[in-house]
Antibody, heavy 123, light 107 residues
């Protein structure tokens, strides 16, 4: 059963960048789409975007365009999320999740989630 | 972007009660609608995909229904371990969106 293991908590200064990793164990992310979702303290889930690992193709939510980059290394089954120009509003738990496809005409869904990486932005 | 609106935002019910959560989309998402459960301090967990299909291992008391713009998640008999926040999510659009969440507590 594949699991996604995320990197540890980060404390960052405003204006800096953070890079979070998400490594598959017990399986691979090759051929899958990995999505990134964040959750600010006491708030709901916010979709950041996705990367199709095989092609490196990405989609980003508009609010993160130009400030976030997703990459993937199939050789190590690891996906990465880098967020730049951090502000206090980026303080959140960041989750990676594997996307699987239902049968034709039923869409896709996030069926395996990492435990989350806490990023705190503070001066 | 497709807006997803959940109601209620929170509810309290007794153990054994039937609980219904509604999710409305700002435009049709066909049946491209998923439900997740997030217990306090944990990552979200997939419950229902494609509106009405249960993920493996999910108890039978969780049922999803609906299509188009209105969807429901029903817990037929609320249990203490169901205390959580529940989110709907559409995958119809390339730009995925979540509902705001429904927090379920035990009375």
């Amino acid at each position: 059963q594949v699991q996604l293991e995320q990197s540890g908590s980060e404390l960052k200064k405003p204006g800096s960048s953070v890079k979070v990793s998400c490594q598959a164990s017990g399986g691979t992310i090759s051929g899958y789409t990995v999505t990134w979702v964040r959750q600010a303290p006491g708030q709901g889930l916010e979709w950041m975007g996705r990367i199709i690992t095989t092609f490196g193709a990405t989609n980003y939510a508009q609010q993160f365009q130009g400030r976030v980059t997703f990459t993937a290394d199939e050789s190590t089954s690891t996906a990465y999320m880098e967020l730049r120009s951090l502000t206090s509003e980026d303080t959140a738990v960041y989750y990676c999740a594997r996307v699987s496809w239902a049968a034709a005409g039923k869409g896709d869904y996030m069926d395996v989630w990492g435990k989350g990486t806490t990023v705190i932005v503070s001066s | 972007d497709i807006q997803m609106t959940q109601s209620p935002s929170s509810l309290s019910a007794s153990v054994g009660d039937r609980v219904t959560i509604t999710c409305r989309a700002s435009q049709s998402v066909s049946n491209y609608l998923n439900w997740y459960q997030q217990r306090p301090g944990e990552a979200p967990k997939l419950l229902i995909y494609a509106a009405s299909n249960s993920q493996g291992g999910v108890p039978f008391r969780f049922r999803g229904s609906g299509s188009g713009t209105v969807f429901t998640l029903t817990i037929s008999s609320l249990q203490p371990e169901d205390v959580a926040t529940y989110y709907c999510q559409q995958s119809y659009s390339t730009l995925v969106t979540f509902g705001g969440g429904t927090k379920v507590n035990i009375k």
